[in-house]
C-alpha cells in the first residue's frame, strides 16, 4: 500500500498512528470544530484526514478480527460458550451450586473446600458501576447522552462470553476497542468526545472482564481461596481508581509536552496518538464520510473476516494435525500489533522470552514449568513495575540526562525525525483529493 501510493499513504510515513491533513502536518482538529461540533464548512475548506499504510492496515484488521472471532468461536467452541451460559443461569437459580461441581481435575477437587463467591455479587458490582458510570455522563459536561452508554455497555455484555472463550484458550486480547467508537459516531454523529466515553466503556468491560478472568485463573492454579482473591481485587480496584486518577493528572499537568514526540521522557504514547485517530475519523468526520468516501474498502473488512472464518474452521477441523500450531484469529489479529502503534522491535523480546519459557522448559522441564512458570511471570511484571518507579525517581523526577545508544537510537535518522515519506508534497503545496471535493 505504501509503495503504491494507495489512498495517499505515500505522503506521510508508513507506520504511524498520527493523522495527516492534506498539507503534510498534523491534523488541526480545531480547525473544524465550533463549540465542540463538526461544522461541514469549515472541513470542506480545510482537509479530509489522511492515514498512514500502517494505520489502515491496522484499523481494518482490528474491524475483521471482530467478525472473524466471533463467528470461528462459536463454530469451534459451542460446546464452552453453551457450557458458560447454562452454569451462569443455574448459579443465579440455585445459589448453592458450586462453580466445580462438573469438573473432576484435582485442583478443582481442591478448591472445592473453599468458600465461592456467589455470582449475585458481581451483579450488584457491576450494576453499582453502571449506575455510577451513568451519573457520571450526565451530570459532568460530557454532551454524551446516557443512553450510548447503555448501549455500549449490552453490546459489550453481548460479546464478553466469546472473547473470554478466545482470550482463555489463546492469552489474544479481544475487546470494543475499536468497534465502540464506530458505535459512537453513528449514534452522536460529529461529536469527538462521546465516542469516547463509548469507547471508554465498551473496552473497559472488555478489557476488565478478561484481565479479571485471567486473575481468577492464575489464583485458581495458585489455590488460592477464591473469596481471598475477590476481597484482593474488590480493594486493589478501589486503591487503582485514586492511583491512576492522580497518576494521570500528574502526567498531563507536569510533564512538558506529554504525549508529544518531542518529550524528553520520551513519553510518546502511541496506543494515545491511535485513539486519537480513530476517535477523529470515526468520531468528529464520522464513520459515513470516512467510510463510504475517504477509506471505502475498511468497511469491507467486517464481510471478509466473517466469510473468512467457514474455511479457516473447515480446513482446521479436517486438517487437524497439518494445522495444530496454526490459530487463524492469533495471526489476523498479529496485524494489529505493528501496523500503526509500535514495531517488530517492541515485540522481538518478548517473543524470544516466551518461545524459551513455553517451548524449551515446558517440554524438557515440565515440573519446574508448572510449579514455577505462572509465578515467575507474575514476579516479572512486578519488577516492571517498581523498575519503572525507581528509575522515575532516580532518573527522571529531576531530569537527568542518560545518553546512550539504546537512548539515542529510536530518535536517529527520518524515522526519528518521522519524515520517512517516500514522496514529498506536490508542487500545488497539497496532496490528495481535489480541493473541496472531499465533502
Known amino acids: 500500500m505504501y509503495y503504491t501510493n494507495y489512498k495517499y499513504s505515500a505522503y506521510m510515513p508508513p507506520n504511524t498512528s498520527n493523522v495527516y491533513d492534506r498539507f ?55 460446546r464452552t460458550v453453551k457450557e458458560a451460559l447454562v452454569g451462569f443461569y443455574r448459579s443465579l437459580k440455585d445459589r448453592k451450586v458450586s462453580n466445580y461441581e462438573s469438573y473432576k481435575d484435582p485442583i478443582s477437587v481442591m478448591m472445592r473446600e473453599y468458600k465461592e463467591v456467589p455470582d449475585w455479587w458481581f451483579l450488584i458490582i457491576l450494576v453499582i458501576s453502571v449506575i455510577v458510570g451513568c451519573l457520571a455522563i450526565h451530570f459532568y459536561p460530557t454532551t454524551t447522552p446516557v443512553w450510548v452508554i447503555v448501549v455500549a455497555t449490552l453490546v459489550a455484555v453481548g460479546l464478553i462470553i466469546p472473547f473470554m472463550v478466545l482470550y482463555s484458550s489463546t492469552g489474544f486480547f479481544m475487546s470494543m476497542n475499536n468497534l465502540s467508537t464506530i458505535l459512537g459516531g453513528y449514534m452522536v454523529p460529529g461529536n469527538g468526545i462521546a465516542p469516547i466515553f463509548t469507547r471508554i466503556f465498551g473496552y473497559s468491560l472488555d478489557e476488565q472482564g478478561e484481565t479479571f478472568v485471567g486473575d481468577q485463573k492464575l489464583a485458581h492454579y495458585a489455590k488460592i481461596p477464591p473469596r481471598a482473591v475477590f476481597r484482593a481485587q474488590v480493594i486493589a480496584s478501589i486503591v487503582q481508581i485514586f492511583v491512576t486518577s492522580g497518576a494521570m493528572q500528574y502526567l498531563v499537568k507536569g510533564l512538558p509536552d506529554f504525549c508529544s514526540m518531542t518529550n524528553p521522557a520520551r513519553f510518546t504514547c502511541p496506543f494515545a496518538h491511535e485513539l486519537y485517530a480513530d476517535t477523529l475519523l470515526m468520531g468528529v468526520v464520522g464513520p459515513r464520510r470516512t467510510l463510504d468516501f475517504l477509506y471505502p474498502t475498511m468497511k469491507y473488512a467486517f464481510l471478509i473476516g466473517a466469510i473468512l472464518a467457514f474455511p479457516c474452521f473447515a480446513v482446521r477441523k479436517y486438517f487437524p494435525n497439518q494445522f495444530r500450531y496454526f490459530h487463524p484469529v492469533l495471526f489476523l489479529g498479529g496485524f494489529q500489533r505493528w501496523g500503526a502503534q509500535y514495531n517488530l522491535a517492541y515485540y522481538t523480546p518478548g517473543f524470544y522470552v516466551s518461545a524459551f519459557f513455553m517451548y524449551y522448559v515446558r517440554r524438557r522441564y515440565l515440573a519446574w514449568w508448572a510449579k514455577y512458570n505462572y509465578i515467575l511471570s507474575c514476579a516479572l511484571t512486578a519488577g516492571v513495575a517498581f523498575g519503572g518507579i525507581l528509575i522515575f525517581l532516580a532518573l527522571q523526577y529531576h531530569p537527568k540526562k542518560l545518553v546512550w545508544w539504546g537512548n539515542t537510537v529510536s530518535r536517529a535518522g527520518i524515522d526519528g525525525a518521522g519524515t520517512a515519506t517516500l514522496k514529498a508534497i506536490p508542487a500545488g503545496g497539497y496532496f490528495g483529493l481535489r480541493e473541496g471535493s472531499w465533502e
Open 24 to 78: 503534510g502536518k498534523a491534523y488541526n482538529i480545531s480547525k473544524v470544530l465550533v463549540d465542540g461540533k463538526f461544522n461541514e464548512e469549515l472541513y470542506r475548506t480545510y482537509s479530509p484526514p489522511y492515514i498512514s499504510a500502517g494505520q489502515l492496515m491496522y484499523q481494518s484488521a482490528s474491524y475483521a478480527v471482530y467478525t472473524f472471532g466471533f463467528v470461528y468461536v462459536f463454530m469451534s467452541e459451542w
